[in-house]
Structures are given as C-alpha cells and as structure tokens.
C-alpha cells in the first residue's frame, strides 16, 4: 500500500530556529504539494512542483519559507527563521497529473515553535 | 478559480443517508469536482471525483446537475466512523486547486 511519508511528525522548536520538513512522495507521482492547516485558516496551498519543478509557490511566505525538490523521491520545506505564528500542521501531498489528479496526502509534521 | 459554498455542519444519525451539498456558481467548462474527507489528525482523503450526471464509487455517489453550478456528495448509510470534514473542490486537470473550510459531519448513534 503506497503511502507519502513525511518526517518528522512532530516538531518544537524556539523562535528563531530552522526548521526542515521533508516528503517522500509515492513512488511514480510527478506532482508534488505542500499545505498549512490552522484552525484560523484551514487548509492552505503552500507551493507544489510537477516533475521536481516549482509551479506556484504564491501561497508561500517567500522571506523566511523555502520549498525544493532534490529529487524525484524527497521534498523539503524550510522555514528560517521560525516564528510562533508558523504553528501549524504541515501536509505534503502527492499526484500524478492526468490520472484524475487525486492528491494523496501523508500525515503530516506537527510544528510548534514557541 | 471557482468558489465553493457548503454548509459549515451537518448532524445526523448512524444508517441514515447524507447528502452534503456545495454551489459553485462560476465553475468553468474545464472544471472537475472533486470531494475529500479529512479526519482529525490525519490528512484529507480523496472519497470522489466526477464532471457530469452521477457517479459512484464504494464510498459515495456523487451527483451533478446539468448546469453544474452545484454538487451533492451523498453518503448512504453513515456510521460513527464517518464523522469528518468534507470538502468540496473545483478546478480543472493542471491548475491547483483551493481547500475552503469544509462541512463537519458528525454522525451520532
């Protein structure tokens, strides 16, 4: 059973620290994403790649957040410096476009900076 | 991209069928409808996708007006277990598509 994995799954760390999240997405998927989920705001698109390469990254707070895909089986998301407003849980997501572009989502890394 | 409307929550009760409606006025020729629930502490899962008339799967069925300016996901026979977010999503193959807030459906015995 394919899954997307992602590590860590839980994370505090102090304001001012970086943070590196990463994904493996399904083995044979091109499509990557990246979302926040808060309370406040829901579900939001960070970023998401096709074939490794970024093609929106506008929901991303571009200062301080950083999303690559080294290669076809890892993505990372960074954040640096960290705030305590970047609380949230973070999903990575993957899909192969064409095949009705289902996105299978993993289990998230729970982030909390304090 | 095209906006979506559902209810903020829903009630119901184990083995009744549940019908979770979302408008989406503007939706666009190219545009797919597609439904995900999400559980608490877990990530959304995709339950149906479809772009006209009925379609159904082992989950759900999903069912699009002619116009399809609106969608009703129905969930036959709900159990505790089905108590979650549903999300309605509308977007065409390629482009990103946008999680509104969702309907809580919780589901008592």
């Known amino acids: 059973d394919a899954r997307v994995t992602q590590t860590p799954r839980h994370k505090v760390t102090e304001m001012g620290q970086e943070v590196t999240m990463r994904c493996q997405p399904i083995?044979?998927?091109?499509?990557v994403f990246w979302y926040r989920q808060t309370m406040m705001q829901g579900l939001e698109l960070l970023a998401y790649?096709?074939?490794?390469?970024?093609?929106?990254d506008s929901g991303m707070p571009k200062d301080r957040f950083s999303a690559e895909m080294p290669d076809a089986t890892l993505a990372t998301l960074k954040i640096q410096p960290s705030e305590p407003r970047d609380s949230a849980v973070y999903f990575c997501?993957?899909?192969?476009?064409?095949?009705?572009?289902?996105?299978?989502f993993g289990p998230g890394t729970r982030l909390l900076v304090l | 991209l095209a906006k979506t409307t559902q209810p903020i929550s829903m009630d119901s009760y184990e083995g009744q069928e549940v019908n979770i409606t979302c408008s989406h006025n503007n939706i666009a020729t190219n545009d797919y409808i597609t439904w995900y629930q999400q559980f608490p502490s877990q990530g959304p899962r995709f339950i149906i996708q479809g772009y006209k008339t009925k379609v159904t799967n082992e989950v759900a069925s999903l069912f699009i007006p002619a116009d399809r300016k609106s969608s009703t996901l129905s969930l036959p026979r709900v159990s505790l277990s089905d108590t979650a977010v549903y999300y309605c999503l509308v977007g065409a193959y390629g482009n990103k598509l946008v999680f509104g807030a969702g309907t809580i459906l919780r589901v008592k015995s």
């Open positions: 997501a993957s899909g192969q476009s064409g095949s009705q572009e289902t996105q299978y």
């Open positions: 790649f096709r074939n490794r390469a970024p093609l929106d």
């Open positions: 083995l044979g998927h091109n499509t």
